[in-house]
């Protein structure tokens, strides 16, 4: 399946938020994992399906979702 203009502004989005959120993380939280809202705000957990509801109450659909150092993205919507 060929990427949208749409998944690809979202990629873009995903990888300049954890540049800038994400990256500094990684030394004392490698392997968590991380949700960054699109306006910055960030939520660390053990477990993906904790960061996903807690993101969710917190700031409502729209964020994304990482495991801090390894490279997979999503996003929750």
Do not use: N
């Amino acid at each position: 399946m060929a990427m949208t203009a749409e998944m690809r502004e979202s990629k873009k989005l995903a990888d300049e938020l954890y540049t800038k959120y994400g990256k500094p993380l990684e030394s004392e939280h490698w392997g968590q994992y991380l949700a960054i809202s699109p306006d910055g705000k960030t939520l660390l957990g053990s477990t993906l399906i904790e960061v996903a509801q807690k993101a969710k109450g917190a700031f409502g659909p729209g964020s994304f979702l990482f495991k801090v150092g390894p490279k997979a993205v999503g996003k929750w919507r």
